[in-house]
């Protein structure tokens, strides 16, 4: 049984020499080829490669063909009875042919074997796969079988994957429609099973993921963009119609979940191009499936998707949280306001009632009262008050009033100081907001364009 190794290659100077160094040294005499295919990467990684492993096949490319596109081009080439998709940040580990070459043997059904794969902090990263409903999500297992048997998988992960010749024979090459990346291997795992081929998780055959790139990160929504609309192809050519009510639901909710808008903005745009692209991908269902879709499943994959991306349009017209919460904020505390000059003014009312009956008149009215009412008020009513200690009672009331007031006031004054604070905060968080939509807008546009 001989084996070709196909690892593509995209920005992977950094990576690749580890990656090559690891499989010739854990090779056997089963091993037929490694063949590389730089996808047009703008790197040193070819000339690396050319340099250091003379003994490899490398297949240069004028562009970029994503994961799928490039294996594709290794599988053309290769001449050996077992296809190994490698990533070019994986390292194989020891006795990774004999589990590949072993498994197949002892399987004659499989057609697909996965790999055990772990960090580079030693911690199980993938040990079988399964597509999760109704989200469509992929979940990798970390339970390794602890009698070291192979087991049936959903799907494994495309990392490190090995499949047969007769495979690709009958099920045909990767679905390109998966570009750059992510879910062409869920799609092809499905594939060989819908075509009588077995896929098994095989804990022999392991490596280290070094999950090394980072090019994703110069461009974060382009890369959550992609992420959904593999996920959108994905859904469309292997959800029933039985799927799609609770899948669309689920959806929905999670763009309502959405705090900052940047998974919305990545579902809006997988969603548009899925509707653009729907009758291709429709087509390749049926072409790699064998399966007619019927009108009823297309008109609702239409609808479904373009409801999406209206519900998406509305979130992102919609203010951030953040700012929203300031709002809810800001409102509060003008509330608080109000209330506070209202509990203001009547105090004040209060006082200005307790004074004229402490001085038997208006303190902010001009008198109109005659001599003899003045003498009257002076010489018998204070008097008599001060006898009676009904002053002492209308001055406690009236300090502790007063008091009260200018505690009202000082908390006013915090208040408006929290509002004003608050103000200036929203402002600045909605100008950021307001950059970022930008960006996003640039994004958007950008991605038309590609």
């Not at 081929?197 to 490596?207: C, I, Q, R, T």
């Not at 373009?306 to 505390?333: C, I, S, T, Y």
């Not at 209060?350 to 001009?366: D, G, K, N, S």
Request: hydrophobic content about 40%; charged content about 20%; overall charge negative.
């Amino acid at each position: 049984m001989r084996v070709s190794v196909i690892i593509p290659v995209w920005f992977g100077e950094e990576v690749i020499g580890q990656c090559l160094t690891a499989v010739t040294q854990h090779a056997t005499s089963t091993l037929h080829e490694i063949i590389c295919v730089d996808n047009g990467s703008p790197d040193n990684a070819a000339a690396l490669i050319a340099a250091q492993f003379p003994q490899v096949r490398l297949l240069p490319q004028p562009v970029n063909l994503g994961f799928a596109g490039g294996v594709n081009a290794g599988m053309r080439a290769a001449q050996g009875d077992v296809f190994l998709l490698l990533n070019q940040d994986c390292l194989v580990h020891e006795g990774w042919l004999t589990a590949v070459v072993e498994t197949f043997t002892q399987h004659p059904t499989v057609g697909i074997v996965g790999a055990t794969l772990y960090n580079a902090d030693g911690a199980v990263n993938h040990a079988g796969a399964a597509i999760q409903k109704p989200g469509g999500y992929g979940e990798h297992r970390a339970d390794i079988p602890t009698d070291g048997r192979a087991r049936p998988s959903d799907y494994v992960t495309g990392a490190l994957l090995a499949l047969r010749r007769t495979v690709w024979e009958q099920v045909g090459p990767l679905d390109e429609g998966f570009y750059p990346a992510y879910f062409e291997e869920s799609d092809y795992c499905y594939r060989a099973r819908h075509k009588g081929f077995d896929v098994l998780y095989a804990p022999a055959l392991a490596g280290t993921h070094l999950l090394s790139s980072r090019q994703w990160l110069k461009d974060p929504v382009r890369h959550t963009i992609h992420q959904h609309r593999a996920r959108y192809r994905f859904i469309c050519k292997h959800f029933t119609a039985a799927d799609l009510p609770a899948f669309f639901q689920a959806e929905t909710a999670d763009i309502v979940a959405d705090a900052y808008h940047d998974q919305t903005i990545g579902r809006l745009v997988a969603a548009h191009h899925t509707l653009r692209d729907l009758p291709a991908t429709l087509a390749s269902r049926q072409r790699d499936l064998d399966m007619a879709t019927p009108s009823a499943h297309a008109r609702h994959l239409l609808v479904g998707f373009g409801e999406l991306a209206r519900h998406a349009w509305e979130k992102w017209q919609q203010p951030n949280v953040a700012v929203g919460r300031l709002v809810a904020q800001r409102l509060a505390l003008q509330a608080q306001l109000q209330v506070s000059d209202q509990a203001l003014e009547e105090w004040h009312q209060q006082e200005i009632a307790l004074l004229t009956r402490l001085y038997f008149r208006h303190p902010l009215q001009p008198t109109t009262e005659t001599r003899a009412q003045r003498w009257l008020r002076l010489l018998v009513k204070r008097p008599l008050s001060l006898i009676t200690l009904r002053d002492y009672f209308l001055q406690a009331r009236l300090n502790t009033l007063h008091v009260a007031r200018m505690d009202q006031i000082v908390h006013r004054q915090q208040t408006a100081e929290q509002l004003t604070e608050q103000l200036i905060t929203a402002l600045v968080l909605f100008d950021e907001q307001q950059q970022h939509r930008l960006r996003l807008l640039e994004t958007v546009l950008q991605y038309e364009h590609d």
